[in-house]
Each structure stands twice: as structure tokens, then as C-alpha cells.
């Protein structure tokens, strides 16, 4: 198993170099050169497999074992997913008028980002260990992403992580799961604009390649393949456990399962269609809020940005730049590399790109998108708590939105992914007229000290901010090879 660049300058790479990179020097994102493809009897044959399994299965499917033993990789994965609060890893809770939401928050950080973020740390560290050597993340966040990298990482001898999130753009809860933790290894940076301006100024040190060699830098937002990766195990879940799979005639068809997702940078909604590539029948439904590039992109063609990121109040998916739509795009257009690098240069470069009809057309076949204002999120979450008595987050209303808005026809199964925990909102969960009763650990946040750097905007924000992520990770690496601790010398 070989990976490539979505802009085709790039190929024949290894999962341990992918996994310790960001972009592709050429700019692209790395992908599988072959997907593996599943047949229906090995999908019948998983029915019952618990989560942590399913991950494993899919992983081996895309490291091969001379450079994570199966036995090993088993050991990785449980550790990884050993944390989580519900015996299995993941719940469904199946309510009223078949409304089935697949619960991926029962992580350290109470998001979904815990499950594939937890498990790619414990890759990185096996590697690291196994080399005795060092690598630093640089992670930008629109929220969940920062916090799970840092619950994941915190404390590794290996592994210095360096988290950029939007000051004043993300729930309470999700700034404290950062800034409280003071471990020497982790460094929190706050930046006055958006979560589509952060990734400005690391997009530029990333394609700096002599400072990626100089320092193993390298990302754990899902940019990393790692992360997709696990991600595909998701669907392959639900996918068994409520597509009806095991009632099917063993020569009939496979049923489909319609799948909705919340939708930001795309990661998940990418990984489920990579999951439909290697054989799974999934109808894909991916919901936004008021940004809403991926829903102009798919029913008209307008891949371009808005003006500015609306704030809304499901933070977490306020992106105008859902940079996993270049993965889609790659694996539609038949991997033509080319053809996606001068799309995507065109849209880096003007923030504007229209599909030809023809590409829309093919979009389309595969994506059902729709759009959310946050009056449609807080009518979902109050009505799904007077008809459940079950609380969800707001960008599980995103999704939720749908089930209310477009009743599924009998007969046919539905998903609804869920995101993260109502704990994280509070605000939005008062705003919705709901009871807010957040578990002992959210309480005790308020509790703890915080540390926590201010990238401040200015007239040049772009390139200072870049230049001021430069000069730390130079010096966390010069730190490191005196064997010092950052936080005593910081300047």
C-alpha cells in the first residue's frame, strides 16, 4: 500500500511518511495509490464486530505489517480506545420515528475528533519510540480538532504539539480542553480572526519543506491521511448495525443506509465516501450551517468562498474552506492529478472556482447536500428533546434538521452522525429552552489555570502570525536538543 498527492507531483510514499506529514510538498493531500474493496460476504461476515475491531480491520487495510505488526497494531488501537466512556466506543441511541444517531463523543475531549485522533497519536508515538526521534505537530483549529490533539498528545517524551484555535469564535469548553493543559509539550496560540485565516500561515510554513525536514513538522488535523483512515471505520458501524444487513438473502443485493453528516472541512463526510468506494452502500447526505460552500459547490457549482466565515452557533463547521472536498474531487475526476492542482490552485489563489457542469453532475450523484440557519438548529434540538427527551449538540442539529425537514420513506434506514456532546454548548443549549447538566469533568475545568499565547491581527496578520509560529517552532526544537523545558525560557 503506496500513497500519492491529489496533484499528482507526488507519489509512492509510505504510510509512516504520510503519517508524519501535512500537505504534499506539491500542495496536494495524500491518498491511497488503490483502494481495497470489499465483498459483500466479508461485509456480512463483520456483522457484530464491536468498534475497536472494525478499526483494526480497516487500518490493516492501509499499513502494511512489515511496519505495524497486525499484533501490534491491535495493541495500538485498543490502547487508543481504551479511555472512552461507553463499553463499546461508540453508542447509537435509536429514537422515535426511526431517528438512529450514531454517538461518536464519548472521548476524553467529547467529540468525534478523539476517536481517529487518539488512535494516529498512538501511530505516531509507536514510530517515534521505535526511531528515537522527535516530531512537532502544528494543528489549526475550528474547534473539536485542538483539543482532542492535545488530550491525545499531552505528555509524550516524542511529540510537541503547537495548537492555533479562533479567540472569541469557540465555545468556553472547547477553548479550556486547550488551555488547561500546561504539559511543557503543548503550546496554545489564540488568533484574532477565523479558522479559514489560520490556515493561511500554516499552509505557508508547511510548504516550507526545508523547515518540515529541519523540524518533523507535521499536522493532525484531517489533512492527515491517519486521521480519514480511521474515520472510514464510522461508517462501516453504523452501516452493520442498522442497514438491516443481516436480514438481506445471501445472493440479493446489499441495502443501502443513508448516512447524514455535519459538514466543515469534510474529513468525515470524505471518509464515508471513501468507505462507498471499497464496496459499503452508502447514500451520503452532508448538512451545513450558514457556510455554506459544500451545498453551493454540489447544487450549483460554486466552489468559491463567501466574504467572511459566518459565526453561527455550530462553531466547529464555520468553514469556508473544506479542504477535504480535494480528496472527493481526486477520486471523481478518476485521479487525474492534474486537473485537481489547477482547480484547487485556482481556488487558493482566489478564493473562487466554478465546476463544469459535467464535474457538478458527478458531485451530485454522490453528495445530497443541505443548509441550516441557526433557527433550524435550535427548532431540531428542542424538538428532538419533546419528542426523545435526548439532548443534542448543534451541529448534530445540522444534521438532525434533515429528519425533521425530509422524512425517509419507510422501509429505507437512516444515520445521523453526532458530532459532539450537548456538554460543549452550553449557550446554545439555554438558547434552545433546554436543561444544560454538564458531567463533573466539563465542571472542573473552571477550576483549572490556563496558558494560552495571543496571535494578535494586524495590517500584515498573515505573515506575522506565520513568522511568530516559525520563531516557536524553532525554538521547541532548540529546546528540545538541550534537553530544557519551553515554558522555563519561553521569551
Known amino acids: 500500500m503506496l500513497y500519492r498527492s491529489t496533484r499528482g507531483g507526488v507519489r509512492g510514499r509510505d504510510f509512516r511518511e504520510v503519517l508524519f506529514s501535512g500537505y504534499a510538498p506539491d500542495g496536494g493531500m495524500f491518498m491511497p495509490e488503490i483502494l481495497p474493496v470489499l465483498s459483500p460476504e466479508t461485509l456480512r461476515g463483520w456483522r457484530g464486530l464491536k468498534y475497536t475491531r472494525l478499526v483494526v480491520e480497516i487500518s490493516s487495510m492501509f499499513i502494511p505489517a512489515q511496519l505495524i505488526p497486525r499484533d501490534d497494531l491491535e495493541v495500538l488501537v485498543g490502547e487508543a480506545l481504551s479511555g472512552f466512556s461507553v463499553p463499546n466506543v461508540v453508542r447509537i441511541a435509536r429514537l422515535k420515528d426511526g431517528l438512529s444517531v450514531l454517538e461518536l463523543f464519548h472521548g476524553e475531549t467529547l467529540a468525534f475528533k478523539d476517536l481517529a485522533m487518539s488512535c494516529t497519536v498512538h501511530f505516531l508515538n509507536y514510530f517515534l519510540q521505535k526511531d528515537s526521534s522527535r516530531a512537532i505537530v502544528l494543528v489549526g483549529t475550528s474547534g473539536d480538532t485542538g483539543g482532542s490533539a492535545i488530550q491525545s498528545a499531552k505528555g509524550l517524551p516524542g511529540l510537541d504539539v503547537l495548537v492555533v484555535y479562533p479567540r472569541g469564535r469557540i465555545t468556553v469548553v472547547q477553548e479550556?480542553?486547550?488551555?488547561?493543559?500546561?504539559?511543557?509539550?503543548?503550546?496554545?496560540?489564540?488568533?484574532?480572526?477565523?479558522?479559514?485565516?489560520?490556515?493561511?500561515?500554516?499552509?505557508?510554513?508547511?510548504?516550507?519543506?526545508?523547515?518540515?525536514?529541519?523540524?518533523?513538522?507535521?499536522?493532525?488535523?484531517?489533512?492527515?491521511?491517519?486521521?480519514?483512515?480511521?474515520?472510514?471505520?464510522?461508517?462501516?458501524?453504523?452501516?452493520?448495525?442498522?442497514?438491516?444487513?443481516?436480514?438481506?438473502?445471501?445472493?440479493?443485493?446489499?441495502?443501502?443506509?443513508?448516512?447524514?453528516?455535519?459538514?466543515?472541512?469534510?474529513?468525515?463526510?470524505?471518509?464515508?465516501?471513501?468507505?462507498?468506494?471499497?464496496?459499503l452502500p452508502l447514500k451520503l447526505v452532508a448538512m451545513v450551517n450558514s457556510n455554506d460552500i459544500v451545498h453551493r459547490t454540489v447544487t450549483s457549482g460554486d466552489f468559491s468562498m463567501a466574504t467572511s466565515v459566518t459565526q453561527t452557533l455550530a462553531p466547529a463547521i464555520d468553514i469556508q474552506d473544506p479542504y477535504?472536498?480535494?480528496?472527493?474531487?481526486?477520486?471523481?475526476?478518476?485521479?487525474?492529478?492534474?486537473?485537481?492542482?489547477?482547480?484547487?490552485?485556482e481556488f487558493q489563489r482566489s478564493h473562487r472556482h466554478t465546476l463544469p457542469e459535467n464535474h457538478r453532475k458527478l458531485l451530485s450523484e454522490v453528495l445530497v447536500t443541505g443548509t441550516v440557519s441557526d433557527q433550524g438548529i435550535l427548532e431540531t434540538m428542542r424538538r428532538c428533546w419533546e419528542e426523545n427527551q435526548y439532548e443534542m449538540c448543534p451541529h448534530t442539529a445540522v444534521g438532525v434538521w434533515h429528519h425533521y425537514q425530509r422524512p425517509h420513506k419507510p422501509g429505507t434506514s437512516r444515520c445521523y452522525v453526532a458530532t459532539a456532546s450537548p456538554a460543549k454548548f452550553q449557550a446554545a443549549v439555554e438558547k434552545a429552552g433546554l436543561p444544560y447538566d454538564p458531567p463533573e469533568a466539563v465542571l472542573a475545568l473552571d477550576q483549572l489555570p490556563t496558558r494560552c499565547q495571543n496571535l494578535e491581527r494586524s495590517p500584515d496578520w498573515c505573515k506575522d502570525w506565520e513568522e511568530r509560529l516559525r520563531e516557536w517552532i524553532q525554538l521547541v526544537s532548540r529546546t528540545r536538543k538541550e534537553g530544557g523545558a519551553c515554558y522555563a525560557q519561553a521569551p
Open 324 to 345: 477535504n472536498m480535494e480528496r472527493i474531487f481526486w477520486l471523481l475526476l478518476g485521479r487525474d492529478g492534474a486537473s485537481v492542482k489547477t482547480m484547487m490552485e
Open 176 to 279: 479550556k480542553h486547550m488551555t488547561t493543559c500546561l504539559e511543557d509539550n503543548v503550546h496554545v496560540f489564540a488568533a484574532d480572526g477565523s479558522s479559514d485565516d489560520i490556515d493561511r500561515p500554516l499552509r505557508r510554513l508547511f510548504a516550507d519543506q526545508d523547515l518540515v525536514r529541519a523540524h518533523s513538522l507535521m499536522s493532525l488535523n484531517s489533512v492527515n491521511w491517519s486521521r480519514v483512515m480511521v474515520q472510514i471505520a464510522h461508517f462501516f458501524y453504523a452501516y452493520l448495525e442498522l442497514s438491516g444487513v443481516e436480514k438481506a438473502e445471501a445472493a440479493a443485493d446489499l441495502p443501502d443506509l443513508e448516512v447524514v453528516v455535519p459538514t466543515g472541512g469534510a474529513g468525515n463526510i470524505t471518509a464515508a465516501y471513501i468507505a462507498i468506494q471499497m464496496g
